[in-house]
T-cell receptor, first 116, second 113 residues
């Protein structure tokens, strides 16, 4: 069964509004989670690393103030797209690393964001 | 520079035929290699991974991959493709204990009846 739950799976919002996406690890405590962005017919690009109890680490070119990441607990990381614009429309996917070893990475089912 | 290249953007095979999806990587450290499959509008499912040991790795759904260090490749294979295998396939590389992955561009697999 799914060990990483991502919600919502699809969201449509008006330009200028903010949208929050949740990523939960169900079967383990994830000190580290990752947020990826995927454009249609393209690969996944890492946006940021979410660290429990500390600030997220953003990849080069990703706007910190646009994509707010909060990892307040060991099972939940949230990505908030602030003041969304049509160019933010994309498929966002989170992943969580099981610290139990063996490089267990689990991906959420993704969120399709459409900004009108 | 660290990168993953999947030379084939789109592949079409007949059901029952064999399949090979190519993946080449450039990575400065010991690579941890992965193959994922993505169905339309869905997240990623891990097919298999290679960390060390036997260079021929068996995965789910009848897939296997072979790590060839000399060629910096990690090609995915399946002896007999099923219609349900039609999807997007991603090769990825990462370092140990980081969880950060670099993905290839993906290969779209279409299966003909």
């Amino acid at each position: 069964g799914a060990v990483v739950s991502q919600h919502p799976s699809r969201v449509i919002c008006k330009s200028g509004t903010s949208v929050k996406i949740e990523c939960r690890s169900l079967d383990f405590q994830a000190t580290t989670m990752f947020w990826y962005r995927q454009f249609p017919k393209q690969s996944l690009m890492l946006m940021a690393t979410s660290n429990e109890g500390s600030k997220a680490t953003y990849e080069q070119g990703v706007e910190k103030d646009k994509f707010l990441i909060n990892h307040a607990s060991l099972t939940l990381s949230t990505l908030t797209v602030t003041s969304a614009h049509p160019e933010d429309s994309s498929f966002y996917i989170c992943s969580a690393r099981d610290p139990g070893g063996d490089e267990k990475l689990f991906f959420g089912s993704g969120t399709q964001l459409s900004v009108l | 520079a660290q990168s993953v290249t999947q030379p084939d953007i789109h592949i079409t095979v007949s059901e029952g035929a064999s399949l090979e999806l190519r993946c080449n990587y450039s990575y400065g450290a010991t690579p941890y290699l992965f193959w994922y499959v993505q169905s339309p509008g869905q997240g990623l499912q891990l097919l298999l991974k290679y960390f060390s040991g036997d260079t021929l790795v068996q995965g789910i759904k009848g897939f296997e991959a072979e790590f060839k260090r000399s060629q910096s490749s990690f090609n995915l294979r399946k002896p007999s493709v099923h219609w349900s295998d039609a999807a997007e396939y991603f090769c990825a590389v990462g370092a140990q204990n980081t969880g950060k992955l670099i993905f290839g561009q993906g290969t779209t697999l279409q299966v003909k009846p």
